[in-house]
């Protein structure tokens, strides 16, 4: 219990990316980006192991972005535009800006991270974000937007048009390449990294829905066969 141990020398020791990483990949991105398209995947008869590969290697960078951007929101983000008030340091969680600023931070800026990190006074919370501020976690934010978008792209470019087609389906092929051109062109979802997020996992959804609905054939019979 971080609680416990809250302003101890060596209480954020355990607070890395390698532990962040782990919390994120089963905390966030397989229940809520890899399973709901990969059981998407298995209702429209999809059995290529190659795909799944991509979709679970696609799907879980997007999943670690998504928890990224929403602790950077738990942090900085107005509570009348996400809906809730953060809390993560008051929790004392292991979010991005904590182990990224323990990452880069002075021995001394490492002792005040370590004083006022886990508290609940204001006065700790305002000195954690000054904090957060000074070391730039913001603009670290952005360089890892750019090059996530610019990673990201492609690869699900590649794999959306990858999807088998068959010639009846000449309008879910237009539907494909239109959903597609829309992701990369359109900058304002770019910008809002939440939106990006719903977007992209939105697309693999339509697609593989979209393609029973135009067949017909959905069949949940072989769910217990998932991948």
């Known amino acids: 219990n971080f609680t416990k141990v809250r302003g101890q020398a060596g209480s954020l020791e355990p607070f890395n990316m390698g532990r962040y990483t782990a919390i994120v990949k089963y905390k966030t991105s397989f229940y809520s980006f890899y399973l709901p398209v990969v059981f998407a995947m298995?209702?429209?008869?999809?059995?290529?192991?190659?795909?799944?590969?991509?979709?679970?290697?696609?799907?879980?960078?997007?999943?670690?972005y998504f928890?990224?951007?929403?602790?950077?929101?738990?942090?900085?983000?107005?509570?009348?535009?996400?809906?809730?008030?953060?809390?993560?340091?008051?929790?004392?969680?292991?979010?991005?800006?904590?182990?990224?600023a323990l990452e880069i931070a002075s021995e001394e800026e490492k002792?005040?991270?370590?004083?006022?990190?886990?508290?609940?006074?204001?006065?700790?919370?305002?000195?954690?974000?000054?904090?957060?501020?000074?070391?730039?976690?913001?603009q670290r934010l952005d360089i890892m937007k750019a090059i996530f978008i610019k990673v990201l792209c492609p690869k699900l470019t590649a794999?959306?048009?990858?999807?088998?087609?068959?010639?009846?389906?000449?309008?879910?092929?237009?539907?494909?390449?239109?959903?597609v051109n829309d992701l990369l062109s359109a900058q304002s979802l770019i910008v809002n990294s939440i939106d990006i997020m719903y977007t992209t996992k939105s697309i693999f959804l339509i697609i593989l829905i979209s393609q029973q609905v135009y067949l017909k054939t959905i069949d949940i019979s072989n769910l217990e066969n998932l991948p």
């Not at 919370?125 to 501020?133: E, V």
């Open 42 to 64: 298995n209702m429209a008869g999809y059995s290529d192991k190659r795909m799944y590969r991509q979709a679970r290697e696609i799907l879980l960078e997007i999943g670690h």
């Open 111 to 138: 002792k005040i991270l370590t004083q006022h990190y886990g508290s609940h006074d204001e006065v700790d919370i305002s000195i954690i974000k000054q904090l957060y501020q000074k070391l730039q976690i913001q």
């Open 67 to 100: 928890q990224v951007t929403d602790d950077y929101l738990d942090c900085f983000g107005d509570p009348e535009v996400i809906g809730k008030i953060g809390t993560d340091i008051q929790d004392g969680k292991c979010s991005w800006l904590i182990v990224k």
């Open 159 to 179: 794999s959306v048009m990858n999807f088998p087609r068959k010639s009846s389906q000449r309008s879910l092929k237009g539907l494909q390449a239109k959903h």
